[in-house]
């Protein structure tokens, strides 16, 4: 059988072969006495290690073999619980565990159910020993074997528990579960998302099933509801077991999916995904008594017999209702995933992402799925599965000045003008660089992201100047080319102060400035802002109309321009907050803060001007333009996602109203302003603060 050749490290535990007939003790190598008995054989061993010691040399130490000094340092610190993690309580000692121990249909069902918390507590970044392991079965596939049942004789046959709920249908449970594991460590272990960072890869010598097949085990599954549909089960419990296998089911046809990936198959399979999940969601939830045999099914302790690096705290697994939830944003992932396929846009890439990460409502993908989404935007030198490097490139130019690259080869005479089409061949390779990383740090974790965007600052810079050079090979009396010249820099300007308010607006999402930094911050994003409408101006002028990259251009003008607007008023109302740090250490603070944007390349942003009058701010404007953008026809390269961004300008227009009820009306009150009415902590947006009436 294609499975019980492979399961080596499956069926050991300690790094040791353990025999199908032995049972695994949760106290192995502890004496079974009680206490007062234990206590009674103790011996003083203090002169056996001091006469084993004499012939040391001071400070020597004695290392066990595979387990360094720096082992054991990794793990230390003072009062930390989990370096008596290798102690076994009392109240922690488990009767032997047997995986052929009879179970009833519902105790079936409830470690099944179970097994999908094991799961999605790894995607949540546990570590396997902490989760998936912890599901005692997974360890004794080969004891599980059906092939294997002749020769139990002491098995005894309960038509309420026939053995084969275990040895047919949880063994391809536990086939699906750890194959599902398999196919996601395989996409994690490429290198987009970061072990340790984003997930947890260690597998402590226990075997994923890596050497079965996903065909074989997607047999498993369809065997074991075969036999649950001709057995002599309750048909509520047939189906309540075959929901749950078919659900493993597809979720193994999902994990399988690999780039190129074919939105076609993917929608098909979340479809079916949800219609099973649906039907589990609403059969009643088993809860087995405590003395069945289920609840020693799992041993949140076992990492202590398995080979860690360092020790693991006990992991609580959710409530079932917890976990259903959370796969059904995993489902939704794979869909939204399968809807930017149908996307073709890198713009409408940028938009998804930007409002998952800036919408409070929702929930940053699990790092499966966001090295899932980092292998469809570029794997094998395609892009999203189908397209070559080159697409990005004239992607680049379409979406962001509104003509094609064949128009801007032909304009600068690229066949005829050998420096400039040196120059372009760099930049295109520049590009293509660039807006690859640009669409994958939208599936970053937020930290690595804003790393990611201060350097991009810089880089998207250095294209600028290629450009800029590019001047020097051209007729200056050609306005036509001198024109385009001006729109390819103002092109990787865009991209830059895009990448520059990312960033600010991610140090107030993810707290990182002080109260008193805060009206600075929302000053210099301001001035950003400024910028960066500036440019948007300046591309708008060369950009032919009614296209769908000027309507891009004019729903984001108006949207930084009351994200602007918004920006001026908090830092104006937080005035006094900035002076309470003397003016040095408020300048070393800015000068610590924004590093990545005071070097010399960036000399020639907007100047850093004396705050304007306030008071000229009208409280109306930006809800007038935010509003204005909600009922707007025309949404750019929104697509599907116009409709959540058009959602979160709501919100933002909400703010608005309550920014307007606490703005003072004169310059005097300003002055006087409490910031006291601002709430920063678990704030309702991400950017700005909740007014406290």
Request: hydrophobic share 40%.
């Amino acid at each position: 059988m294609e499975a019980d050749n492979i399961l080596g490290t499956a069926g050991k535990l300690d790094g040791q072969d353990r025999p199908s007939s032995k049972v695994l003790e949760p106290d192995d190598g502890l004496p079974s006495e009680d206490h007062s008995q234990a206590t009674a054989s103790f011996r003083d061993v203090t002169e056996a290690f001091v006469e084993a010691a004499k012939d040391m040399d001071p400070e020597e130490l004695v290392f066990t073999e595979g387990f360094t000094l720096l082992d054991a340092m990794s793990a230390f610190e003072i009062g930390e619980p989990r370096m008596d993690s290798g102690m076994i309580l009392e109240h922690q000692r488990k009767p032997p565990f047997d995986p052929l121990k009879p179970l009833l249909p519902g105790e079936v069902c409830w470690i099944l159910e179970r097994s999908f918390a094991c799961e999605m507590e790894w995607h949540a970044g546990n570590s396997l020993p902490q989760t998936v392991y912890t599901l005692l079965y997974v360890h004794y596939l080969g004891d599980m074997s059906p092939d294997f049942m002749p020769l139990r004789s002491d098995i005894m046959q309960d038509p309420l528990r026939p053995v084969e709920l275990i040895t047919v249908v949880l063994r391809a449970g536990m086939f699906g579960l750890l194959k599902c594991c398999d196919l996601s460590w395989r996409e994690l272990s490429k290198g987009r998302v970061h072990d340790i960072e984003d997930w947890q890869g260690e597998k402590c010598d226990v075997s994923l099933l890596e050497g079965v097949s996903t065909d074989f085990v997607l047999k498993t599954l369809d065997d074991a509801c075969d036999w649950l549909r001709g057995s002599s089960l309750s048909p509520f419990v047939v189906n309540q077991l075959c929901d749950i296998l078919r659900f493993r089911k597809v979720l193994l046809q999902m994990y399988r999916c690999s780039p190129p990936l074919s939105a076609g198959d993917l929608r098909a399979f979340t479809i079916s995904a949800w219609m099973v999940l649906r039907r589990l969601q609403v059969y009643p939830p088993y809860r087995p008594a405590p003395d069945s045999p289920a609840s020693l099914a799992f041993d949140p302790y076992i990492a202590r017999r398995l080979p860690n690096f360092m020790p693991n705290r006990v992991a609580e697994l959710p409530p079932q209702g917890q976990t259903w939830t959370a796969l059904g944003r995993l489902i939704d992932g794979w869909k939204e995933l399968a809807n930017l396929l149908e996307s073709p846009c890198i713009t409408t890439w940028e938009i998804a992402g930007c409002l998952r990460i800036w919408s409070p409502t929702k929930q940053t993908h699990v790092a499966y799925l966001r090295s899932l989404i980092q292998s469809t935007v570029f794997d094998r030198n395609t892009v999203l599965g189908q397209f070559s490097p080159t697409w990005l490139v004239f992607r680049f130019f379409t979406e962001t000045l509104g003509i094609s690259y064949e128009s801007v080869a032909e304009r600068l005479k690229l066949s005829e003008a050998h420096h400039v089409a040196a120059i372009m061949k760099e930049s295109e390779r520049e590009i293509v660089k660039l807006m690859v990383a640009e669409i994958r740090s939208q599936a970053h974790n937020p930290p690595r992201r804003r790393r990611y965007l201060m350097k991009s600052t810089l880089q998207w810079h250095e294209l600028h100047d290629k450009f800029l050079h590019m001047a020097a090979y051209c007729d200056p009396s050609d306005s036509d080319v001198n024109m385009l010249l001006e729109s390819l820099l103002r092109a990787a300007s865009y991209w830059r102060l895009n990448a520059a308010r990312e960033v600010i607006l991610s140090g107030f999402q993810q707290d990182l400035y002080a109260l008193e930094e805060m009206p600075i911050a929302y000053w210099y994003l301001a001035r950003i802002l400024d910028a960066h409408l500036e440019c948007i101006d300046d591309i708008l002028s060369y950009n032919p109309k009614y296209s769908e990259a000027h309507d891009e251009l004019l729903y984001q003008s108006r949207f930084l321009t009351a994200l602007q607007l918004m920006s001026i008023v908090i830092s104006a109302l937080m005035y006094n907050q900035s002076t309470v740090l003397p003016m040095k250490r408020l300048s070393l603070n800015f000068m610590r803060r924004y590093k990545w944007a005071l070097k010399p390349e960036y000399d020639y942003l907007t100047p850093a001007h004396p705050l304007p009058d306030f008071l000229s701010y009208p409280s109306q404007l930006a809800k007038d333009i935010l509003c204005g953008l909600e009922t707007s026809r025309s949404q750019g390269y929104g697509g599907i996602w116009s409709a959540e961004r058009n959602s979160f300008l709501g919100e933002l227009a909400n703010v608005c109203d309550e920014l307007r009820e606490v703005s003072p009306t004169k310059m005097d009150e300003l002055y006087e302003f409490k910031t006291a009415v601002f709430k920063w902590n678990q704030r309702s947006h991400p950017w700005f603060p909740d007014i406290v009436h």
